[in-house]
């Protein structure tokens, strides 16, 4: 065997071995993309899985309780029901109607205990339409949150 | 206008179509008129791609509303600085910017000294190839001058997101990374076909090369800064694809810069570096097609279009000719390539780390393409985030730096052990020292130990080798230290540009160890008057107040800040209402200290005087940017300095 080949040999053992060392951290390390429908229907069958799911926001769910941090909520998908979320944590940016949330956690009797809470906008770096706008209904929320 | 923007983009289809044809008659018939009528088709490719581009900047910065574009990104009372960096906020302004680049680039390139070089038609036919593509799709799906169907009294505006000094220089820069890497594999691919076998493509590219590595590490650092004061963003590193699509190519560039070196002086690992390189390109248009395309979940994600497709296509071709190219080669290249003589040598060395990078790259790639990958085998979308990459990433770069740390002290050809172990033992000695302080003072955490006490004996060695050299030549020349220590580096740029990038991404390390291992959150609501304690810090919150800037409503906290008992100040988070946007959209404070960062963010209201805030002590964030300004400056000191290093007498202090 020429030096050459056997380095090569050499480099090639370690890179399985660290190869084996990823694969195998795989399942561990990732979380399931789980829809709505699924995941209240079959409850037991997920139970202890991390698992990540998204939906449409129901805004008059939401109770904030500003003095233990903690945010409760519902998600919900057209057509479909929807799951209660508990997430101990304070509200993300653009938490409002009609925003896509995606939430990562665990199923917890019933209700899904986030621990990673996020919003994402149909078109992230898009404006909306100026027809939807409305300043004064901005001047109003600003308002009233300052009182 | 708009006549004026659409003809200059039927014009660059025309032009670069007509180009290429003419280099290709060129290169069939050996006429040099040809060749000669290709160049000034370059040129005029860089005019028109000038002119559209400050076309674009004009309608932009002059609010012309009756372009879609500029309705789209900006509005009336946006600042002017990001009116015209709207130009990359969209789809079709960031293909105009890697167009205008990649004109610049050619043009450069067949008007540079080397251009009777014979290798020049085929390299400026590559980059042709490119220019046409950018072109046609500007074209027929990005057209930046479309215009609205009815004037809009004022335009949609830029995202709160984008409205940041990072928007300036992140695009841009990583632009810049992106685009000049289709030079060094455009002289790559030139070369295979020529059948030129020699390293002549790889000393014309060194700088080419280095200068887009450099841009790409600028544009990660940026990137890593804004996406730190971007509440959304999941703070400097998230392990998002966007993110890892542009770290890709980074790591196989440096696995590239280090590769060459080897071609360069032993003449080894020729298909090695071919494949690297073509690779390197591959994966810059894999991850414009990741992020145009939403077929991940990414919180940088651009809006869906139908952009991916195009790249993706494109993408395929220039991988298919490529290995065809150098399939077609492949006896021809390893017919002349040199073995390496010894395991413990500088070349084998180079060789691990090489292979530590790609398999860096291909884990990242595997994370990034997992859920794509678990769907289709078991129809369950799998998301591999952070953790995975933390578990598998953590070994990898530890294994790495501790290779950077051994690596400086093994000579080439062959080291020997001995003179190794003398020169290594004083940086080991460092780090064990490191470890034994931190374990002492109480520092939790074995992995993030392990990896600061490799990191100090990394930075170490590198210290010892500039130590050395410095001694060396004072013994010769009897300098002062400082003379003797700017004479050194001078003399030898590369080597000790080289170093300094290496002791910057062991300053880098430090603070991502630390800052990710170490950091704390506290998040509380509190009354007016009371305060917040986090580590060593005491914030006191005073009053939430209101005003306006730019049109904006803006709500501000005032919050003083007392460290270790002393007053230092306040913070001011802040909400901003913007006049465009529905949300309201959260503007961090950050207080920096040379050791840790204070991270405040104005969470909510629930009246004026009670208020809840998250506040977050990162250790040794401001060391992450420290390390990146150095690795920017090594990289272009052995930019601006380094000569082939053919001419240089292999110069390791180490060897006999």
């Not at chain 1, 929807?82 to 009797?109: A, C, H, W």
């Not at chain 2, 708009?2 to 180009?19: C, F, H, P, Q």
């Not at chain 2, 984008?162 to 928007?167: A, D, E, K």
């Not at chain 2, 002393?566 to 913070?571: H, L, N």
Request: hydrophobic content about 50%.
């Amino acid at each position: 065997m020429s030096q050459n080949k056997k380095i090569i040999t050499g480099l090639a053992m370690g890179v399985a071995a660290i190869l084996i060392m990823f694969f195998s951290t795989m399942p561990a390390a990732g979380s399931k993309e789980i829809t709505i429908d699924d995941l209240v229907n079959n409850q037991e069958k997920f139970k202890g899985d991390y698992v990540m799911t998204q939906g449409l926001l129901n805004k008059d769910s939401i109770k904030w309780n500003a003095d233990k941090i903690e945010l409760e909520f519902e998600i919900f998908n057209e057509g479909e029901g929807s799951l209660p979320i508990f997430y101990r944590g304070v509200k993300p940016d653009n938490f409002t109607d009609d925003v896509i949330v995606i939430v990562e956690g665990f199923m917890q009797d019933g209700i899904f205990e986030a621990e990673k809470v996020q919003t994402k906008c149909p078109s992230k770096y898009e404006g909306e339409d100026m027809e939807n706008y409305d300043g004064e209904m901005h001047k109003k929320m600003f308002n009233d949150k300052m009182e | 206008m708009y006549l004026i923007g659409n003809i200059a983009l039927v014009l660059g289809v025309v032009i670069s179509l007509y180009s290429l044809a003419a280099n290709i008659i060129g290169i069939r018939t050996g006429d040099r008129k040809w060749l000669e009528s290709a160049r000034g088709g370059v040129l005029s490719l860089v005019f028109i791609a000038a002119v559209a581009s400050f076309l674009l900047f004009y309608i932009l910065g002059t609010s012309q509303f009756q372009f879609s574009y500029v309705a789209a990104y900006t509005s009336q009372n946006l600042p002017m600085v990001y009116k015209l960096t709207a130009f990359w906020a969209g789809n079709a302004g960031s293909l105009m910017l890697w167009t205008v680049l990649l004109c610049i680039y050619a043009g450069m390139i067949v008007f540079s000294k080397e251009k009777r070089n014979p290798m020049i038609p085929y390299v400026s036919s590559v980059l042709l190839i490119n220019i046409l593509f950018f072109f046609t799709v500007m074209l027929i799906n990005g057209n930046p001058f479309e215009m609205t169907d009815k004037i809009p009294a004022d335009g949609k505006g830029l995202n709160p997101m984008l409205q940041n000094p990072g928007m300036i220089l992140h695009p841009v820069t990583l632009f810049m990374g992106y685009v000049g890497l289709a030079v060094p594999f455009a002289f790559a691919i030139a070369a295979l076909i020529m059948k030129r076998m020699d390293a002549e493509w790889i000393k014309l590219t060194r700088r080419w090369t280095l200068t887009a590595w450099l841009f790409l590490t600028l544009g990660n650092i940026i990137g890593a800064w804004w996406a730190y004061v971007e509440l959304g963003w999941g703070g400097y590193w998230a392990w998002d694809p966007v993110e890892n699509a542009s770290f890709l190519p980074w790591l196989t560039v440096s696995a590239f810069l280090h590769s060459v070196m080897i071609q360069e002086r032993k003449n080894m690992l020729k298909i090695w570096n071919v494949s690297l390189i073509i690779l390197s390109y591959i994966l810059t248009l894999f991850g414009t097609f990741l992020v145009r395309s939403g077929i991940l979940t990414s919180v940088h994600a651009f809006g869906d279009s139908n952009l991916g497709a195009y790249f993706l296509i494109f993408l395929a071709f220039m991988a298919m000719i490529s290995i065809y190219i150098v399939m077609t080669r492949y006896q021809l290249i390893k017919k002349d390539s040199n073995p390496i003589e010894s395991y413990f040598s500088k070349e084998s060395s180079f060789l691990l780390n090489n292979l530590i990078l790609v398999v860096a790259a291909f884990a990242v790639f595997w994370g990034t393409m997992y859920p794509l990958i678990s769907e289709s085998v078991t129809g369950t979308k799998v998301n591999v985030g952070a953790p995975y990459f933390d578990k598998v990433m953590a070994p990898i770069f530890l294994a790495l730096i501790l290779l950077m740390a051994v690596c400086p002290l093994i000579a080439w050809q062959k080291a020997a052990f001995d003179k190794f172990i003398k020169s290594a033992i004083v940086p080991l000695l460092m780090g064990l020292a490191t470890a034994f302080l931190l374990l002492a003072a109480g520092v939790k955490g074995l992995y993030a130990i392990l990896g600061l006490a490799s990191t100090v004996f990394m930075f170490g060695t590198h210290v010892m080798e500039f130590v050395r050299g410095i001694h060396a030549r004072r013994k010769a020349t009897k300098e002062n230290v400082f003379r003797a220590a700017v004479r050194l580096t001078l003399k030898n740029q590369r080597r000790y540009g080289g170093y300094i990038v290496h002791m910057g991404i062991a300053v880098l390390t430090v603070g991502v160890i630390s800052s990710y291992a170490y950091s704390s959150e506290v998040m509380k609501t509190i009354n007016k008057g009371e305060s917040i304690t986090i580590g060593h810090y005491e914030l006191t919150f005073n009053g939430l107040s209101e005003t306006t800037r730019n049109n904006n409503g803006i709500v501000v906290a005032d919050v003083s800040v007392a460290y270790k008992g002393k007053a230092i100040g306040g913070v001011k988070p802040e909400k901003i209402f913007y006049e465009t946007w529905p949300e309201p959209s959260t503007e961090v404070a950050v207080k920096t200290h040379w050791a840790q960062d204070l991270y405040v963010v104005l969470s909510s209201w629930e009246t004026k005087d009670k208020v809840t805030f998250m506040v977050k002590v990162n250790p040794f964030v401001s060391w992450i940017w420290t390390g990146g300004i150095i690795v920017v400056i090594g990289s272009a000191f052995a930019l601006i300095g380094g000569r082939p290093a053919g001419r240089i007498q292999p110069t390791s202090v180490t060897k006999s």
